[in-house]
């Protein structure tokens, strides 16, 4: 009898009912789906550990270099009462301003994945150590008093020594040209790109005059360096745009966050989810998103930006503090904007 079973279950399997069998095949593909689905949280989980890791040593990073140089200052505060050779003092005041210039690089180079009030933070740390410095140079290295001369004396402006200069000036870090595929060295060109099945992770536009750019799919991260009289139209990056150094530019951009230094005289689309960062920029001006091509839709929503948040116009100035609005920045006229830029049918370069 026990002989009899296999064959039994043989012939049952061989005529299952179809819709049973419709039953057990959507089963196993839902078992399947359900795989992948784990296998893909599994990855984002990864992802993002690896960002919280980065985001960590970063902090670590910068919160030692501050204390360091929080602790320069006081000592040379204290060594300033025991009468030190002035170019010892001056020395060492050269030496706390480049330690705080390589506190700012340290963030420009890291500011891409940080979260955007980690970057605010950071960037009102160093303020602040400038600002202490300024202090502490104007106090070890004070101005010569003002005095009354006879008319008959011949009055020269007063010039502070070359390395006090330079103490005193609050320059924004500079952002690091990245190592990344990208179009530079252009000058009067149309440069087309599209990310659409590449796996282009970062993508650089650097010494650009006078060149229309037109960017097409999504990227993770686009850095933009000394741009002249250059036209930017780029479809949604999933990460960050950091932007050094551009003047007389149209840019459209779309990304989750926008770091701009060094602008002048540009106009900016934008589309972000964050508040927009600008320092050390002056007649820059803002509007919407503008732009179009074939399948942006589709991009926009791949990168998290299909819905409008109005961020384009709550602009963070960094070097203006005052609860009035700044001067640097301002939102285009509505009259003065391009109401639509589609860039479809373009080829690749």
């Known amino acids: 009898m026990e002989d009899d079973e296999p064959s039994h279950e043989g012939f049952a399997t061989e005529t299952l009912d179809p819709a049973l069998q419709k039953k057990h095949h959507d089963m196993l593909e839902r078992l399947s789906a359900r795989h992948q689905s784990l296998k893909s949280d599994s990855h984002d989980s990864s992802f993002s ?23 320069r200052i006081a000592e040379s505060r204290l060594a300033s009462s025991s009468s030190a050779d002035s170019s010892k003092v001056k020395s060492d005041l050269s030496d706390i301003s480049l330690a705080i ?22 960037l009102k740390a160093v303020s602040d150590l400038k600002q202490s410095l300024e202090i502490l140079s104007g106090e070890l290295i004070p101005k010569k008093k003002f005095s ?21 000036v609050i320059s924004p870090p500079k952002l690091p040209v990245r190592d990344s595929p990208g179009f530079r060295n252009k000058h009067g060109e149309t440069l087309v790109k599209s990310f659409k099945g590449s796996s282009i992770g970062e993508f650089t536009l ?12 999504t990227v993770n991260a686009l850095f933009l360096h000394r741009l002249r009289n250059c036209s930017v139209y780029t479809g949604p990056v999933i990460g960050s745009i950091l932007i050094d150094d551009v003047e007389d530019c149209v840019l459209v951009l779309a990304s989750h966050q926008i770091r701009i230094h060094c602008a002048r005289k540009s106009d900016f689309y934008l589309r972000v989810r964050s508040r927009p ?9 803002f509007a919407p998103y503008c732009l ?5 839709e589709e991009d926009l929503k791949t990168a998290g930006l299909e819905e409008e948040t109005g ?31 589609s860039i479809s049918g373009d080829g690749d370069y």
């Open 49 to 71: 550990s690896s960002t919280l890791d980065s985001t960590s040593s970063f902090l670590s990073r910068f919160a030692d270099s501050k204390r360091s140089v929080e602790s």
């Open 101 to 122: 210039d390589n506190l700012e690089k340290l963030l420009a180079e890291n500011s891409y994945f940080l979260p955007s009030y980690e970057v605010r933070s950071s």
């Open 148 to 168: 009354f001369k006879s008319k008959s004396s011949s009055r020269k402006p007063e010039s502070k020594p070359a390395e006090i200069q330079k103490l005193n």
């Open 206 to 217: 650097s010494d650009l005059d006078s060149c229309q750019v037109k960017l097409m799919g």
């Open 277 to 285: 960062i600008v320092e050390d920029c002056n007649g820059v001006r």
């Open 292 to 296: 179009d091509y074939e399948g942006i």
């Open 311 to 341: 961020n384009w116009a709550n602009v963070d100035d960094f070097l203006w503090l005052r609860a009035v609005q700044s001067p640097n920045w301002s939102v285009l006229p509505e009259e003065d904007r391009v109401s639509s830029v």
